[in-house]
């Protein structure tokens, strides 16, 4: 079955913050271009910045639900990021060199029996992604509608906080895609391994409350699973309404 590109979706910093994107240019062997450039280490974390590490290592919405309701935009040029949530004044900063500023401002969403925010990484060379391997998130609408029914409430896509949403396939359509490539636009990916979830998913992303159970509603397909990782294998452009094909 073939379907189409609903939305793209980076996110700038892992966990704190999301932007729409109408186009993008995927590199093999990269992360979507802008997402998880950096990654906030808490204060109890062994990262460095010299390698990947897993994301027990960093502030992240498992912890601090709040974070869910953060917006970002990246401007590239300036390299600086706008933060925004409902209930702060924005913040547009470098997290390169702006921690202070930034540390102040995320203070206020993360819960006092946390390990709190310490500092800001990257990796040179590839974004933070949950995956060991530079991974680009592929989701189903088809998957994500059924789980809003199972709950029985009208569930946001940002819950997942995904990469590529795809849309005409059928529920559960992509775990079939599992060690198959897959071309979206231009770009040819490999979906490598499913993606399983935790109580990130159960925050509410334009309040930071959680407020629906989606890991009981997974677990009555057998699973806590949404959405594949995949890997780009050949680079091209991607834009909203590209066609998605299984090759």
Known sequence: ???AVTSLWRHPIKSHGREALERVALTA???LPGDRIWAVAHERSAADGSAWVPCVNFSRVSKAPELMAITAKLDETAGTVTLSHPNLLDLTFDPDRDLAAFLIWVAPL??????ASARIIRVPGRGMTDSDFPSVTLCNMASHRAVSQRIGQDLSI????GNIWIDGLAPWEEFDWIDREVQIGDAVLRA????DR???TTA????GRRDADTLAALSHWGHQDFSVRAEVIRGGDIALGDSVQVL
């Open 192 to 195: 490598r391994e499913r993606t």
């Open 204 to 207: 509410n992303p334009e309040t």
């Open 1 to 3: 079955m073939t379907g």
């Open 158 to 161: 940002h819950r997942w906080r």
């Open 110 to 115: 993360m819960p006092a029996d946390r390990a």
């Open 198 to 200: 935790c109580a990130a």
């Open 29 to 31: 062997g990269q992360t």
